[in-house]
């Protein structure tokens, strides 16, 4: 069983060759449609702007924290009905044109006043088969693994987040009023290992592997496929600006994540290994707490140095709570997106539905996608 759930990762896993990839993006944030640079305040502060670690007080842990993606099925329904298990030109003529996506991650990780840290472990499978007359695969899996850890500073005494009350575990309201400057950066040590290409299903590469005998075993499969593995240091730095009065908060962010570019020296392998690109962010939020209702707007634009589109990096996303519970929706680049959340310690879960951009135009192709997310065991001290 283990070895089908392996062949079927790597060989049906989204060509996303067009589909700009992040190192990792918060669950809560792909809800409110990316847009997250200048509120960026979860578990994942240090994958959108390390200068948001000013906003935390005393110490947050987060034990246990998966989270998993795959294709919605729901949008997709008539093409999985009575699905065919043996015959490959049925399978192939139900998925044609239908972007695969499989994702699981975990960031393990604390923060402790305006410094955080985070261990990564985060496997993404996507494929995608394309033309009916001469079948292509476009294959897209990668695993990364690693560690990041960030400091900021900051000029001021605006917000400070408070340790939620019990009445209102989400709650983000201020005793502090004023404004404040922030600057972050953020160091991190990645593995990467995966295939990247794009496979002629009547081509002579994959005919010879069939030819050879190397499909019984999956790590052959994906070695006769071109899979490499290497490891990479990489950069982020951020900027956050704050205003906050007694209930309200405006905050600007920029960051740029990756700087330069994050290149990987290949270890084994003979496939190329797709670098982490370098990504420039900008984003505005405004949120007001009102203490049984509370609710945040964001705009974000990223990324912003991307040959893309510009349609395409435009991202709006809301959040609305009460106690225990609020809802998340969003747009990004074209497609909506909308979830919830609950939290009661020592639980958290995320669930939702979202869209993004994988062809190369605006709102030429979308993958449909589900997620949910389980945090257990996570505290949070004031100091």
Known sequence: MIRVIAVFIILTATVQAREFHYLARSPKALLMGDAFTAIADDEYTLFY???SLSKHKGL???FINPD????????ETDKFENFPSRDPVAIADRVIGIPLHLHAAAIPGLKLESFGINLFANVTANAELRNRTHPALDVDYRYDRGFIFGYSFSLGKGFKARKPSRKKQNSKKSNVSGSTTSFGVSVK?????????????????????????????????????????????????????????????FSTGLSVMDVG????????????????????????AWRQDFWIIDYALTFDVHPINSAV??????????????????????????????????EFWPLKVIGGFYGTEIGGGYRQEEGKRALIYVSILHFSFDA
């Open 309 to 342: 589109d510009y349609r395409r990096k435009i991202h709006f996303g809301m959040e609305f709570g009460i106690p225990l519970i609020s809802a998340m929706f969003g747009w990004s680049g074209g497609y909506i997106s909308y979830g919830a959340q609950f």
């Open 68 to 75: 998993v993606s795959a294709t919605n099925v729901l949008g």
């Open 261 to 284: 570019g994050t290149k990987y020296k290949r270890e084994s392998g003979v496939g190329a290994i797709p670098d982490q690109e370098m990504a420039i962010n900008w984003g505005i």
């Open 49 to 51: 702007n390390p200068a």
């Open 189 to 249: 040590n990645m593995n990467r290992q995966g295939i990247y290409d794009s496979y002629d299903l009547f081509g002579q590469e994959l005919l010879n592997i069939i030819a050879e005998g190397k499909t019984d075993d999956y790590h052959d499969i994906r070695n006769s496929l071109g899979y490499s593995k290497g490891s990479a240091w990489g950069v982020d730095t951020g900027f956050e600006f704050a205003w906050t009065s007694k209930i309200s908060q």
């Open 60 to 62: 947050s842990v987060f």
